[in-house]
């Protein structure tokens, strides 16, 4: 079964740091390009991040540049998004989501993991 | 930035009617529109790629359509487990856009 299992979220105050994860399995991880959207409360989906499958082609949402960084581990099927310099708006449940091949909708979603930043 | 809009904000229908929901975009995408289906407390799930390429198991009342600036998704006959919100996406230009939804519900 294709599957993206994300994990790392949590509580955290305002400027604080955060580490996702996305565990990929069922598919041929290292050949896939992948994204990180996110989903604010009540809110739409917003892209954060992409990632080709070598690594070699990285793009961030304007909100999240210079703060977010996206890497993957393709030997151990993971992506990840270190988060930094976190604010009050990147509160939000974390999607991890793969790419089609040949396209560059996404075609397989995790369940989504939940970053709340407070005080 | 290409800017996504879709309409109407929210859809009352009854089962079993049929559903029409619009995807406007500030310039030209092509056919580089996906949609994506997602109920509460669910991740989305991809409905169209390519404007009107039905994703796998995809149930044929789903239609989608269009090239350009103006898309549609049409369901034929709502069913009970159609009601959900509805997200157009763009992927012909970065950063890749959503559209700000249509929620489906029960009339």
């Known amino acids: 079964e294709v599957q993206l299992v994300e994990s790392g979220g949590g509580l955290v105050q305002p400027g604080g740091s955060l580490r996702l994860s996305c565990a990929a399995s069922g598919f041929t991880f290292s050949t896939y390009s992948m994204n990180w959207v996110r989903q604010a409360p009540g809110k739409g989906l917003d892209w954060v991040s992409y990632?080709?499958?070598?690594?070699?082609?990285?793009y961030y949402a304007d909100s999240v540049k210079g703060r977010f960084t996206i890497s993957r581990d393709n030997a151990k099927n993971s992506l990840y998004l270190q988060m930094n310099s976190l604010r009050d708006e990147d509160t939000a449940v974390y999607f991890c989501?793969?790419?089609?091949?040949?396209?560059?909708?996404?075609?397989?979603w995790g369940q989504g993991t939940t970053v709340t930043v407070s005080s | 930035e290409i800017v996504m809009t879709q309409s109407p904000a929210t859809l009352s229908v009854s089962p079993g009617e049929r559903a029409t929901l619009s995807c406007r975009v500030s310039?030209?995408?092509?056919?580089?529109l996906a949609w994506y289906q997602q109920k509460p407390g669910q991740a989305p799930r991809l409905l169209f790629y390519g404007a009107s390429t039905r994703a796998t198991g995809i149930p044929a009342r789903f239609s989608g359509s269009g090239s350009g600036t103006e898309f549609t998704l049409t369901i034929s006959s709502l069913q009970s487990e159609d009601f959900a919100v509805y997200y157009c996406q763009q992927y012909n230009r970065w950063p890749f856009t959503f559209g700000g939804g249509t929620k489906v519900e029960i009339k």
């Open positions: 310039q030209s995408v092509s056919i580089n």
């Open positions: 989501a793969r790419i089609q091949y040949n396209y560059y909708n996404m075609d397989v």
């Open positions: 990632i080709n499958s070598g690594s070699t082609a990285i």
